[in-house]
């Protein structure tokens, strides 16, 4: 057969597997999307680099409900509020359980906060709820410790000396160490080694996590698993963090009173001798150590790149700075610390904080969900076992709730008397029963640091303000903003 003869037959094959394809996909009633290539998927259509674009068009072609495949892996796609909300909402119970991302996977089993399903979820989370309530989250308990620690970031800022440099690694220590306190009942100085360790831990997993080698490993972890690689640099730093923990737990078991708990650590090992006659309780060491390096790896990082992100907007805009600083100089002075009960006294910075979250869309993808039985939604039916990405960035940039979406505008969140509004399309920390469990505590931070900074000092980017670049490194399970320097000038 000659050359056109095999273009010839290649194109009637295609045709062909189109149209049973088409067939199939009616017959089942799957949400419809882009025919995909054996073995690959769809990857060949999809820019690493900008997946919201591509996403976008998807919305564009098939509506607010497609489906695509990440190489083997079935993904049925929610974009728009009405999806997203009518997903994780209306049918709440319908999508509650998470799918489990090999790289996950790998190192948790199912255990944690954030990746455990069914009972032992229910039970994990309603019990870190009720010991961070206990111990003071939203109150004022843990907001002391918040305020305590944005005072030590302060201090080491002013060591720079208005000198530029990156501030990655300082504005990683705070969140960090209030973890610390919530977990540990203890702080860590700034250049202690034990604490500069697990810090690089964190970071570098956080880094590796938007690699291309992961999301490549997520769609093919049988065929990648026995090569080198960054996942298993992953593996291994997760377990230098649980041994980090188990450190911790063993100090605390030769001085736990078990009617004075201090910390997170002493309540769970309280639950644990509660729970031990009982063969399905959730409370056991394996358990801890998961729960433990998810609180640092999602209070740390996240956090820590809110602050990044945070202060490289205001460089971008020195006329919101200018107007931050001027409702912190009227409402605090240069000397009184700042108190969450000031937040609703500064409707223009909350309105600046709300606006730097919905920006940056930190989480563009949520954590994916999974369709634990065929699901009825909308006039499709998603398959037992089909991953489910609810777009949290389609609902943060719709153009309904937020005409200049692409923007940064902190009047998105002001009425037009300058009074802070709210928005139902504000969901950077999801929506429904899967609601971030560390929301109030990271709104907490984000307000306290971001405030004290600018208190005390005025933000000077290295390079002109036009010239600074706020797109994401890259895309991927997080958004991770561009390195860059700065100076803290003080005020």
Not at 411 to 416: R, S
Request: with cysteine; glycine share 6%; proline share 6%.
């Amino acid at each position: 057969m000659d050359f056109w003869g095999l273009i010839t037959l290649a194109l009637v094959c295609f045709l062909f597997f189109q149209l049973i394809w088409n067939k199939g996909y009616k017959a089942r009633r799957f949400p419809p999307g882009p025919i995909p290539l054996p073995i690959l998927g769809n990857m060949l259509q999809m820019d690493s680099k900008d997946l919201f674009t591509f996403f976008d068009k998807m919305a564009e072609k098939y509506g607010p409900v497609f489906t695509v495949y990440m190489g083997l892996q079935r993904i049925v796609v929610l974009h728009g509020y009405e999806a997203v909300k009518e997903a994780l909402i209306d049918q709440g119970d319908n999508f509650l359980n998470r799918a489990q991302l090999p790289i996950f996977e790998d190192n948790f089993k199912g255990q944690g906060i954030f990746l455990s399903n069914g009972e032992k979820w229910r039970q994990n989370r309603r019990f870190s709820l009720m010991t961070l309530r206990n111990f003071g989250m939203g109150k004022r308990s843990i907001e002391e410790r918040v305020q305590e620690e944005a005072q030590y970031l302060v201090e080491e800022l002013r060591k720079t000396k208005g000198q530029f440099f990156d501030p990655t690694f300082i504005l990683g220590c705070a969140p960090c160490n209030v973890i610390c306190s919530i977990v540990f009942n203890n702080r860590f100085n700034y250049d202690d080694e034990k604490f500069l360790r697990l810090m690089s831990l964190l970071n570098e997993n956080f880094r590796l996590l938007n690699t291309p080698w992961i999301q490549l490993y997520n769609m093919y972890p049988s065929l990648i698993k026995r090569l080198p690689g960054n996942h298993r640099t992953i593996n291994k730093n997760v377990l230098e963090v649980r041994n980090f923990i188990m450190d911790e737990v063993k100090k605390h078991q030769e001085t736990l009173d078990p009617n004075n708990p201090q910390d997170y650590i002493d309540c769970f090992l309280i639950k644990m001798q509660q729970e031990k006659l009982n063969p399905q309780s959730a409370f056991n060491y394996q358990e801890l150590m998961a729960t433990g390096s998810n609180l640092f790896s999602a209070g740390t990082e996240t956090t820590s790149s809110t602050l990044r992100y945070g202060l490289l907007l205001l460089m971008k805009h020195p006329k919101i700075q200018d107007k931050v600083h001027e409702e912190i100089d009227r409402v605090l002075g240069s000397s009184r610390k700042p108190s969450m009960q000031d937040r609703v006294k500064m409707p223009y910075v909350d309105a600046v904080v709300h606006e730097i979250q919905r920006y940056i869309h930190l989480l563009p993808f949520s954590l994916p969900r999974l369709a634990a039985q065929d699901i009825h939604f909308q006039k499709y039916v998603i398959p037992k076992g089909t991953s489910v990405f609810p777009l949290l960035y389609s609902v943060l940039y719709d153009r309904k709730a937020f005409p200049n979406p692409y923007e940064f505008d902190p009047e998105n969140f002001l009425d037009k008397s300058g009074n802070f509004q709210k928005n139902d399309h504000f969901v950077p920390f999801s929506l429904g029963k899967r609601l971030c469990l560390g929301e109030s505590l990271a709104r907490m931070e984000v307000f306290l640091f971001l405030t004290t900074i600018l208190q005390n000092f005025t933000l000077k980017p290295m390079v002109e303000p036009k010239e600074l670049v706020t797109t994401p490194l890259r895309n991927g399970i997080v958004n991770i903003p561009s390195i860059y320097k700065l100076s803290l000038i003080p005020r």
